[in-house]
């Protein structure tokens, strides 16, 4: 049974970088479209961007200038790297699998990051 | 951007009954629209996709309807387990999600 699960720090300064990793247990990265999601305090969802495990990537507009996602096979794991945070920031991530470039079939069970000082 | 707009934002149901939730699209996304389950704690569940498609081992009580820009997700005999907060989601262009709906015991 593949799961999902999120890891990295709970707490980031503004300004700073907030870095999550997404370990994929249970079955291969390979062959996948992988994304991050968000969903802060009293708000909706929000798709961040996607990697497939070749590399490719593709990110939310409104947020392209600060993501970056990587991969890496040999660990099973995809990571998430957004820079110079504020409050806004603040919320639970999510990673997930999708189901060709389509709907996301497989989630984790999100880790919260709160950005503050 | 492809705006999603899903009603209501909380709805107040009682088990057994028969809940609907409304999502409408900005524009037409042929058909790409999913349903998903969030609880606390616990990992999203995907219940609907291509609008209408049920997810395998999700009970049949769950079902989607709708086309072009008009979606609605309806439990039939709402169970315990299905108080939660709901999520529609297009992926026709990117993907971007509605807004929620919390359903909570009456």
């Known amino acids: 049974q593949v799961q999902l699960e999120e890891s990295g720090p709970g707490l980031v300064k503004p300004s700073e970088t907030l870095s999550l990793t997404c370990t994929v247990s249970?079955?291969?990265?390979?062959?996948?479209?992988w994304s991050w999601i968000r969903r802060a305090p009293g708000k909706g969802l929000e798709w961040i961007g996607y990697?497939?495990?070749?590399?490719?990537?593709r990110y939310n507009p409104s947020l392209m200038s600060r993501v970056a996602i990587s991969v890496d096979t040999s660990k099973n794991q995809f990571s998430l790297s957004l820079t110079s945070v504020s409050a806004a920031d603040t919320a639970v991530y999510y990673c997930?699998?999708?189901?060709?470039?389509?709907?996301?079939?497989?989630w984790g069970q999100g880790t919260l990051v709160t950005v503050s000082s | 951007d492809i705006q999603m707009t899903q009603s209501p934002s909380t709805l107040s149901a009682s088990v057994g009954d028969r809940v609907t939730i409304t999502c409408r699209a900005s524009q037409s996304i042929n058909n790409w629209l999913a349903w998903y389950q969030l609880k606390p704690g616990k990992a999203p569940k995907l219940l609907i996709f291509k609008a209408s498609d049920l997810e395998s081992g999700v009970p049949s009580r769950f079902t989607g309807s709708g086309s072009g820009t008009e979606f609605t997700l309806t439990i039939s005999g709402l169970q315990p387990e299905d108080f939660a907060t709901y999520y529609c989601q297009q992926y026709n262009t990117y993907w971007t999600f509605g807004q929620g709906t919390k359903v909570e015991v009456k």
């Open positions: 990697i497939f495990y070749s590399g490719a990537t």
């Open positions: 997930a699998r999708h189901r060709s470039v389509r709907e996301m079939e497989l």
């Open positions: 249970g079955g291969s990265i390979s062959n996948y479209y």
